[in-house]
């Protein structure tokens, strides 16, 4: 190692021949240039070290205003640390004072006999070691800094960031997945599969995580996370990267974003699709089925017009067309889900429609299940058919009533009320339009203490001809959400099981649709 210029040489000693010693000894070194300063007490070895800014500092043991270890401390709390090599002297050989010297950070200690062999090569050695320590402190502090900015960039980007290591251990979760979850790294088994996954996508998630372990490949996969706050599960695409030494996978390096609102996004499209799908069978299958009902109903009705009302075949032709007109019940109802019904739009009061099918249906609802109706004030009407309407309601309170059961108490419960909605998306459980204008709309709530349905079922209530009863034909809520649609509203689901349902068809007021038609044309 080469120093230039010459290296710098602090001696704090109070004796002025031990100065002088190391000073030629130093000197008929040869194999260096030596620059000295000294000084006999530690105050003013630290005033010479400030201006002099030494490579070495040969510092007695043995000094006036303090020992060497206490001048090792005064040295470091002065400057922060030790700017030079130390090289601590005495005239004793003493193994012990020689540890006390080395813990405090000498890099060397030697007795004062014979130090013309040993002296300047003990310097070089000090200073070139005091160096490497200086450079390995300075690595250790670069790696610090960086993994301190490492650790602020993963708490400052918008996805939960996690690590794991070769035995599915997490290691390192930071903030955004410790909030979601509820769960820091420390706390949690395996990645915390069990603690945060939907039950559905538990078994998925496990084998497929398995695999990307066996093959060493990038693991990913979308499924449903537990959010904290409010217990909700929410789509997230997980990804992660395995982190390899010689080959092996010893960490892993994984990412988990949410994508709940391109789900929502798909499931929107495709249920639009199907809704166009079944939409457009039902309303040709609705349209040629009642054009042969009519043939059968008008033929039965013209054949008995021509025999006599004595004729044994009257009573047969009568059940033709009553059947007939039943029927024709059913394409209307196929016709409304596919919103191309047929009607007769006028303002109505739609908290007297509910009093009066309430009071219409009472006789026949068992006498154990109670119907409550509360009818909300300042409830503005509603542009619709009176007779769809009701049909509507009718449908709600039999699907209540069915709920609950013949022989069961219950309550039914039916509430109009206004309400204000801001535009918003519908969610999972809502079937009509996919947006509502902000503005005001009217809310009529059918709530009942029935048997309540599984997510699964509330997913395809609205869907024509699925049921859950042995005889039913599945139409009537089918028919309700194309009415919603049709009229620019939603039907709101809330139910789980053995806890009852909540049907809440919202419409928009008169006054909005009155708008709509105002802009339109």
Known sequence: MKFDPPVRVLMIDDDPLDRELYRQCLRDA?????AFDESDSVAAGLSK????????????FNLPDMDGIEAMNRIKADFGKLP?????????????????????????????ENLSATLARTVVSAIERHEMQKRIEEQRAALENSGRRLQNLLEAIPQMVWTANAEDRLEYANRRWVEYTGLAAEETERLG??????????????????????????????????????????WHLVRAV??????????????CTEIEDQKQAERE????????????????????????????????????????DSHPAQELLRDVVDAG????????????????????LEFVNLGKLVRETCEMLRPSVPSTIRVECHNGRNVPPVETDRTQMRQVLMD???????????GVNGRVSVRTTAVEVGEKPTSAMDFGVAAMPSGRYVALEVRDTGCGMDEATQRRIFDPFFTTKFMGRGLGLAAVGGFARSHGGVVQVESSPGKGSRFRLILPAAEMRENAHAQAS
């Open 30 to 34: 040869g194999f260096r240039q030596f």
């Open 49 to 60: 070290a400030k201006e002099f800014r030494p490579d070495c500092i040969l510092l007695d």
């Open 84 to 112: 030079s090599a130390v090289v601590m002297l005495t005239a004793f050989g003493d193994e012990e004072l020689a540890v006390r010297a080395m813990k405090a950070g000498a890099m060397d200690y030697l007795p004062k």
């Open 193 to 234: 599969w069990s603690q945060c996954l939907h039950p559905d996508d538990l078994e998925r998630t496990l084998q497929a995580w398995k695999a990307a372990a066996a093959s060493g490949s990038v693991f990913e996969i979308e499924h449903r996370l537990r959010r904290a706050s409010d217990g909700s599960y929410r």
């Open 242 to 255: 395995p982190m390899r030494s010689e080959g092996a996978i010893t960490n892993w390096f994984g990412t």
């Open 269 to 308: 499209v495709q249920q639009k699709e199907k809704l166009e799908g079944i939409g457009l069978l039902a309303s040709g299958v609705a349209h040629d089925f009642n054009n042969l009902l009519m043939c059968i109903v008008g033929g039965a009705s013209c054949a008995m017009g021509r025999l006599p």
């Open 325 to 344: 007109q039943r029927a024709s019940e059913l394409t209307r109802k196929m016709l409304a889900y596919a919103g191309k019904g047929s009607f007769s």
């Open 396 to 406: 709600l309170l039999e699907n209540a009533v069915e709920a609950i059961g013949d």
